[in-house]
C-alpha cells in the first residue's frame, strides 16, 4: 500500500466503506508507518487505537488456562454422570445396607449363632460398629465412589468421589 | 476415558494430530467427549478472546476469568451449537455478554476506580506525540482510561469492530444485534472517544487538533 493513497483510503475507512482485506490492509498500514499513523489520528483521533499494534498473548498464561478449562470440563462431566447414576448408587447403596443389617441381626440374635460368643466378643459386638463404607467403581473411568453410611441413620450419607487419574 | 485423553498438553502424535484439527472437526470431537481437542480450541483462540475482553472490561485480571467462563459455557453448550456458524462468532458471542454483565454489575464500582486511576494514570504518564505512541500498552492504557464513557454494547461493537478487524456482520453476529446497530454503535463510540481524548488527555493529539 502506497502512502499517497492513504488520504482517500482514511475517509473510506471512516466511512465505513471498504471492503474486508483493502480495511484490514490499511490498519495494517497504520500500524507500520508513522507519518501516516500522524495523518490518521489528526483525521480522527480515535484512530490512536487502531493504529495501536495488538499484543501477543502470554504463552503461559495461555496455558494456564487450557489447564483451569479442562480441569473445570472434567469435573462438571463427573457431577454430571454422578447426578444421572444416583438412583443406581442409591439403589446399590441400600442393598449393601440390608445385607450388613441382616447378617448383624442373625450373629446377634438369641441362638442365631452356632455357639455361645464369649464375654470379651459380646462386648466388642455391643460396642458402635463403624459405618458401612460402599466401594463402587465407575465402569470404564476409574473413578471410585466410596459412600460411607451411618446404620441408626439410614437417611444420611457421605460421599467420597475420587479419581486418582485426574490432575487439578 | 482414557489415559492419553487426561493429558492436557499436546505431546502424543493424536494429540498433535488434534491441533491441525480445523474448528468443525475439534468441536465434533469435543462432543464425543474428547478434552484434547476441547483443550486445542481453548489456546487457539484464548489469546486473542482475551484481548478483546480485556479491552471491552479495561480489566486484565478479570478478562481472564471472563475467558475461563466462556470456554466452560461454551462446553456446556457444544450439543447446542450450529456448525453452521462459525464457533470463533458463537465463543465470542457468549465472552461479549458475559463480559456486558459484568459491567452491567460493576457500573457504580468501575466510577469510583476510575476517579483514582485517572489521577494515577496523569501523574505518572508522560506525553509524547501522537506519532511515538508506538508503545503499545501506553495506548491500552489510554484505551482503559477512556472507555468508561462507552455503553457496554458501544465498547464490545468498537472493540470488535475496529480493534480486532471483524467484519461488521460477524460483530453483529456476536453481539445479537443489527448490521445497523453496530455501526451505529462504532460511529458513537468514536465520536465520544475523540471527545473524551481531546477533553482528559489533549497532550495525546496532534498539536493541531489541540484546543
Redesign the interface.
Known amino acids: 500500500m502506497r502512502c499517497a493513497d492513504m488520504p482517500e483510503l482514511l475517509d473510506s475507512y471512516?466511512a465505513?466503506v471498504l471492503d474486508?482485506p483493502r480495511?484490514?490492509a490499511v490498519?495494517s498500514h497504520l500500524r507500520t508507518c508513522?507519518?501516516c499513523?500522524?495523518a490518521a489520528?489528526?483525521a480522527?483521533?480515535?484512530l490512536?487505537?487502531?493504529a495501536?499494534?495488538?499484543?501477543?498473548?502470554d504463552p503461559a498464561?495461555?496455558?494456564d488456562?487450557?489447564?483451569?478449562?479442562?480441569a473445570?470440563?472434567?469435573q462438571?462431566?463427573l457431577q454430571r454422570r454422578l447426578v444421572h447414576r444416583q438412583p443406581w448408587l442409591a439403589a446399590a447403596a441400600a442393598l449393601v445396607l440390608t445385607l450388613i443389617a441382616v447378617a448383624g441381626w442373625r450373629l446377634l440374635a438369641p441362638g442365631g449363632g452356632s455357639e455361645p460368643a464369649p464375654a470379651v466378643d459380646a462386648q466388642v459386638a455391643e460396642a458402635p460398629s463403624p459405618p458401612p463404607r460402599i466401594e463402587v467403581d465407575m465402569a470404564?473411568?476409574?473413578v471410585r465412589v466410596y459412600q460411607y453410611a451411618d446404620q441408626q441413620d439410614g437417611d444420611t450419607a457421605v460421599t467420597f468421589i475420587v479419581n486418582p487419574?485426574?490432575?487439578l | 476415558?482414557t489415559?492419553g485423553k487426561?493429558c492436557?498438553?499436546p505431546g502424543t502424535a493424536r494429540d498433535l494430530a488434534v491441533v491441525t484439527m480445523d474448528d468443525r472437526e475439534a468441536v465434533r470431537a469435543a462432543r464425543a467427549?474428547d478434552?484434547v481437542a476441547?483443550?486445542a480450541l481453548?489456546?487457539r483462540y484464548?489469546?486473542?478472546l482475551?484481548?478483546a475482553v480485556a479491552r471491552i472490561l479495561a480489566d486484565d485480571t478479570e478478562a481472564?476469568d471472563v475467558?475461563?467462563m466462556a470456554?466452560?459455557r461454551a462446553?456446556?453448550g457444544l450439543e447446542r451449537y450450529d456448525e453452521r456458524w462459525s464457533f470463533s462468532t458463537w465463543l465470542y458471542r457468549i465472552a461479549s455478554n458475559l463480559a456486558i454483565d459484568l459491567l452491567r454489575s460493576r457500573n457504580s464500582r468501575e466510577k469510583a476506580h476510575r476517579a483514582g486511576a485517572e489521577h494515577r494514570f496523569r501523574v505518572v504518564g508522560e506525553t509524547p506525540?501522537?506519532?511515538e505512541?508506538?508503545d503499545?500498552?501506553e495506548?491500552?492504557r489510554?484505551?482503559d482510561e477512556l472507555v468508561s464513557c462507552l455503553t457496554p454494547q458501544q465498547r464490545s461493537a468498537f472493540v470488535l469492530r475496529?480493534?480486532?478487524?471483524w467484519?461488521?456482520a460477524d460483530v453483529a453476529d456476536a453481539l445479537g444485534c443489527t448490521t445497523t446497530t453496530v455501526?451505529n454503535h462504532?460511529f458513537q463510540?468514536?465520536k465520544l472517544?475523540?471527545e473524551e481524548?481531546?477533553r482528559r488527555f489533549p497532550e495525546?493529539?496532534?498539536k493541531?487538533?489541540r484546543a
Open positions: 471512516l465505513d474486508g480495511r484490514n490498519r508513522e507519518r499513523r500522524e489520528i489528526q480522527d483521533p480515535s490512536l487505537f487502531v495501536a499494534s495488538p499484543g501477543e498473548p498464561r495461555l496455558e488456562v487450557t489447564r483451569a478449562v479442562v473445570q470440563i472434567r462438571q462431566r470404564g473411568e476409574g487419574k485426574l490432575e | 476415558m489415559r487426561l492436557v498438553l467427549g478434552d476441547f483443550a481453548v489456546r484464548s489469546g486473542g482475551h484481548r481472564w475467558v475461563q470456554f466452560v462446553w456446556q506525540p501522537a506519532s505512541l508506538a503499545r500498552r495506548v491500552d489510554l484505551f475496529e480493534l480486532e478487524g467484519e461488521t455501526r462504532v463510540a468514536r472517544l475523540r481524548l481531546a495525546y493529539l496532534p493541531s487538533r
